[in-house]
């Protein structure tokens, strides 16, 4: 059995003293994994002397954290001198262990015994700096710093960019560093092309609000990393590869997670750049023809972190909330652990009754069915198929609802979405016949409704592909 054994002391408390009221309370019930006591008091030589003697993990929790437990045994006494109700007791259940023996006391101390059902997790304090780096992991692209990164510093963020898991541990992947600012200009250039590409494919409102974003800091620090992967690294028979070789994909963009996590935790900023032809940037770095670009980065120190992403800062886009990505045990049940699943449609119609209309945002106009090509002249226009897979275009949705439910979900949801990108009205055209292109048509309204969007219909035109 795995316990858990908090504990609650004065200070000066004697090593004897505590082994033995530790030794009376775990009797012969399991083997001690984790030691855990109040802040400050992991510094107490009976404390380390005993973490020592069992073999045991020495964590510590706040007493913030404390009080949040609800405990069999409260103190007054102790919430005094401690700040909580209970150490031993409720360092016990913040480990998120079953209390098995409750608190005990000697003289100068207090001990607590807790089983864990499985192996034990970070301390408290350490599972908050997990996510904390999780949050506030940023995209950054501006803010750089003229200051070169120390090779130890960046050997431990590829050592953790190395640790990543993959297909097979076939690890795919490898880090090419680019110092030389020739070579960097070469590859700003072609992000500086397609950034103007890009920029001439937006409606006027969009493309004026793009102009302010910053898409690269390929010349702004010392460093860029292209990372790359093998495909075919392992041979034959990696493990796990045969059914879905995107596995392999994964894998190197999951390194690069790591890489970014363990620069935030070094106080690096990382930008990932995308506006470029993989092709071309693998040309200019002579990569093999064997080997492919998965994401190209620029490092280095910067002046701040900001408190949310640029995007969400300049009001290009929004997060997508937690709720609306989970699905319980079948598609479309939607909610959080704990909570009851609702459709998309019910959280919809609810919303609509407390929503506030935007004041502004982009115009876009949503054709349900037709051909794409007969549309897509406009630049504020994107197709919804419903039919058979159509060719890769980013002005065509392709969602293949089964029956009229299913329709207005689909309508739901991409409006949802493209409320999120900062679309403030909807012009809705529906131009396939059908129960399912109406179902659409009908839940892009009502997606309308519980984001504050404008919607109108459009008469349907024959064409709007120029001569």
Not at 95 to 112: D, F
Not at 229 to 249: E, I, K, N, Q, S
């Amino acid at each position: 059995m795995n316990l858990v054994v908090g504990v609650g002391l004065r200070a000066g408390t004697s090593y004897r003293e505590l082994r033995d009221l530790v030794t009376e309370a775990v009797a012969d019930a399991g083997r001690v994994r984790i030691l855990i006591t109040v802040d400050g008091r992991e510094s107490e030589p009976a404390v380390q002397r005993l973490a020592a003697h069992l073999g045991a993990e020495l964590q510590t929790v706040a007493p913030a954290e404390l009080r949040r437990q609800n405990v069999p045994s409260p103190s007054e006494q102790v919430d005094g001198l401690a700040g909580t109700p209970s150490v031993a007791e409720a360092a016990v259940l913040s480990t998120g262990a079953e209390l098995v023996v409750p608190k005990r006391k000697s003289g100068a101390a207090t001990v607590a015994v807790g089983r864990l059902a499985a192996a034990p997790g970070y301390a408290p304090g350490e599972r908050h700096v997990v996510h904390r780096v999780l949050a506030e992991r940023r995209d950054v692209r501006r803010g750089f710093v003229d200051l070169p990164i120390p090779d130890d510093v960046l050997t431990r963020v590829l050592e953790s960019a190395h640790r990543a898991p993959s297909v097979g541990l076939s690890q795919p992947w490898d880090f090419l560093l680019i110092r030389e600012i020739a070579t960097r200009r070469k590859i700003h250039d072609l992000a500086s092309a397609q950034r103007d590409a890009f920029a001439a494919s937006l409606p006027d409102e969009r493309r004026q609000r793009f102009d302010g974003l910053k898409i690269e800091a390929i010349l702004d620090t010392p460093l860029n990393i292209a990372v790359t992967c093998d495909a075919g690294r392992g041979g034959r028979h990696v493990l796990g590869r045969h059914a879905d070789p995107r596995t392999t994909w994964f894998s190197a963009a999951i390194a690069i997670q790591n890489l970014w996590l363990a620069a935030r935790a070094e106080g690096l900023g990382v930008g990932w750049v995308s506006f470029f032809e993989p092709g071309e940037v693998a040309a200019v770095l002579d990569l093999p023809a064997h080997i492919e670009l998965v994401g190209y980065l620029c490092i280095g120190y910067v002046d701040e972190f900001a408190p949310a992403p640029e995007l969400v800062r300049t009001g290009w886009a929004s997060r997508r909330p937690l709720a609306w990505a989970v699905h319980q045990e079948s598609w479309g049940r939607r909610g959080l652990p704990g909570a009851e699943p609702t459709s998309i449609t019910q959280d919809a119609e609810q919303a609509a009754r407390e929503v506030e209309p935007r004041e502004s945002g982009q115009s876009v106009r949503v054709v349900v069915g037709g051909d794409p090509a007969d549309y897509l002249g406009r630049t504020d226009t994107i197709v919804v198929q419903l039919g058979a897979k159509p060719e890769a275009d980013f002005g065509v949705l392709w969602r293949p609802a089964r029956n009229p439910v299913e329709g207005v979900e689909v309508g739901v949801e991409i409006v949802r979405d493209l409320a999120l990108q900062g679309v403030g009205e909807i012009a809705v055209q529906v131009v396939e016949d059908g129960d399912v292109a109406a179902a659409v048509g009908r839940g892009l309204r009502v997606g309308a409704s519980a984001c504050g969007v404008g919607c109108r219909d459009e008469p349907v035109e024959l064409s709007d592909s120029p001569a």
